[in-house]
């Protein structure tokens, strides 16, 4: 079975440009993550979406981020400007999650590796 | 608010020498723990994960970790390290309850460099 799958690998970009990172969670899997690793502020929830309906994005750092979930098979965030302290890997993870509490395991994706020159 | 604390940024051990990375968590309930591995330009993995019962959690890659209540720790070990061990070691605590209770909280990873 193919896991999460991201793209793109790596982006390249000028300050001011919009950037889209995209996600194809794991197939049947009901929740999605996105999460942003930086050297120093580690692994930091931005957003997670529960059968395609965001439910906490209390990480996502201002107006110019924004998500979506269209459907169950793919997800987006969205960088409008970029900054330079946009720079990082970011990772989509999916998971089913069957109650409260999460028990369920999170599956990563490899990453994007964002830089804004 | 949970929060996960990993003491130690850099460590490296010899081959073949054991391994204990340790993770302290802050959390107002019965706590689920995990432990992740990042190898280089990789997504994490999960290694182990307590929920309940049995306080001394086998995962794979001969990993093992035990859960004590009384210090709040959640520590990672294995007895013999492979030089494919190197990696970044992250413990995670979930949410649980609340708005939030698909979410974990990582700490901030310790880096496992092995000597030959």
């Known amino acids: 079975d193919a896991g999460v799958i991201q793209s793109p690998r790596h982006e390249v970009t000028e300050m001011g440009q919009e950037v889209t990172l995209r996600c194809k969670p794991i197939s049947g899997h009901n929740s999605l993550f996105w999460y942003r690793q930086t050297m120093m502020r580690g692994l930091e929830l931005l957003i997670y979406f529960n059968n395609n309906v965001p439910i906490d994005d209390s990480g996502m750092p201002e107006d110019r981020f924004s998500a979506k979930m269209p459907n169950a098979s793919f997800s987006t965030l969205k960088i409008q400007p970029s900054e330079p302290r946009d720079s990082a890997v970011y990772f989509c993870?999916?998971?089913?999650?069957?109650?409260?509490?999460?028990?369920?395991?999170?599956?990563f994706g490899e990453g994007s590796r964002l830089t804004v020159l | 608010a949970q929060s996960v604390t990993q003491p130690d940024i850099h460590i490296t051990v010899s081959e073949g020498a054991s391994l204990e990375l340790r993770c302290n968590y802050s959390?107002?309930?019965?706590?689920?723990l995990f432990w992740y591995v990042q190898s280089p330009g990789q997504g994490l993995q999960l290694l182990l994960k307590y929920f309940s019962g049995d306080t001394l959690v086998q995962g794979i890659k001969g990993f093992e970790a035990e859960f004590k209540r009384s210090q709040s720790s959640f520590n990672l070990r294995k007895p013999s390290v492979h030089w494919s061990d190197a990696a970044e070691y992250f413990c995670a605590v979930g949410a649980g309850y609340g708005g939030s209770q698909g979410n974990l909280i990582f700490g901030k990873g310790t880096k496992l460099s092995v000597k030959p």
């Open positions: 959390y107002g309930a019965t706590p689920y």
């Open positions: 993870a999916s998971s089913w999650l069957a109650g409260v509490p999460n028990t369920g395991e999170l599956f």
